[in-house]
């Protein structure tokens, strides 16, 4: 049975306006060069051609039906980029740093992470992990519960929102996970911090702080990655990447293995303005939208200046962006309500606003005093 109104999988597909949307959670974030080339395909054989990159290193395939999903599920789990099963799936959501070398700890941190989420508890939909074992910390801001990083002082598990982590050994993790995976089911919260703000302590010691992580803007122009504008890829994107190995990342773009040819879908600038902008799919890609957003986020990104975010969001929801923006855009009723310094479901300070006035609206919050 199709349900509606949670976090999608591959094994539980969501209906949407164009079709069922399936998320996929490849394995360390990563895909094989086979796997990019399958997925080019399957997107345009049983969907409509779309590949979202999401901001938990997923992938979404859209535009999928009902009738093709057998033939669907059967192709990706000739890929490796199926679960046993729906609740394996969910407990997989795994954020893995894509900036990991050959001689870390990552791979083998992820196959033990992985390992332990087969026997943990049922954990509410949105709880996450994040393995920043890499050379440079880069996951401080991703979303996730729990969180393996590096510290001047080794390997700590740190819940979400604690400034501090508890010292492990590889060896210790699965017991000490465990641990705190069914001290947290008994919280009965939806995340991490959320039960810190409840008062709820984890039952582990801090011992020491994560490594300073470099700024956002840095680590982009740093790591040589590949951005499509909202994280809009599509087949014929992948298939320019054909014969790449491709590492996922929360920022909604890849990197590859060696640097791949010039291609037509591809952003190498992580300042192009485009990037600015987190848009969802918007009317009719998405029934609960009752707007376009991303050909209006186009025309509105030259205003975003660099360092500044706007957020166009088909409804309250806010699927494409979590974080307040310094401007949102959140359709309602076929027009606009702004709100400034907020999330797509905030208090707006303007509404009602009619798609031909929305340049002159959010140009006028993002221009510099006079």
């Not at 394996?88 to 894509?98: L, M, S």
Request: contains cysteine; proline residues 10%; charged residues 20%.
């Amino acid at each position: 049975m199709i349900r509606k109104g949670w976090c999608p999988g591959a094994l539980r597909p969501m209906p949407a306006g164009d079709g069922l949307l399936l998320r996929l959670r490849p394995r360390g974030s990563m895909l094989s060069a086979d796997q990019v080339a399958g997925l080019a395909e399957l997107a345009a054989r049983y969907g409509n051609g779309a590949i979202d990159l999401g901001s938990r290193a997923s992938l979404q395939l859209r535009g999928v039906t009902t009738a093709a999903l057998p033939d669907l599920h059967q192709a990706l789990a000739d890929l490796a980029l199926l679960d046993s099963d729906p609740a394996a799936e969910a407990r997989r959501n795994i954020i893995t740093t894509p900036l990991w070398q050959a001689y870390d700890a990552t791979a083998d941190l992820t196959t033990v992470l992985e390992d332990c989420l087969q026997h943990a508890p049922e954990l509410p939909p949105k709880f996450g992990f994040a393995l920043d074992t890499g050379g440079v910390a880069c996951l401080q801001l991703a979303s996730a519960d729990l969180r393996i990083e590096q510290s001047s002082a080794g390997l700590i598990l740190r819940p979400d929102g604690c400034p501090m982590g508890q010292i492990f050994q590889p060896r210790d993790l699965p017991g000490l996970l465990g641990m705190l995976l069914h001290w947290f089911v008994k919280t009965n919260c939806p995340r991490m911090a959320v039960a810190l703000r409840n008062g709820h302590a984890p039952p582990l010691r801090h011992d020491a702080p994560p490594r300073p992580q470099p700024a956002i803007a840095d680590l982009l122009q740093a790591s040589g990655l590949l951005f499509v504008p909202f994280g809009a890829a599509s087949s014929q994107a992948f298939r320019e990447l054909a014969g790449h190995d491709l590492r996922l990342t929360p920022w909604r773009a890849v990197r590859a293995d060696r640097p791949p040819p010039i291609t037509r879908h591809w952003l190498r600038n992580p300042d192009d303005a485009r990037l600015r902008v987190d848009a969802c799919p918007g009317a009719p890609h998405c029934s609960a939208a009752s707007v376009t957003t991303r050909d209006l986020a186009l025309q509105l990104a030259p205003l975003v200046p660099p360092g500044r975010r706007l957020h166009l969001s088909g409804c309250a929801k806010g699927c494409a962006r979590a974080t307040p923006a310094d401007v949102t855009l959140t359709g309602r009723d076929g027009r606009f309500d702004l709100i400034l310094q907020g999330r797509a479901g905030d208090a707006p300070a303007q509404t009602g606003l009619a798609p031909h006035t929305l340049a002159a609206a959010t140009g006028g919050h993002f221009a510099p005093p006079v």
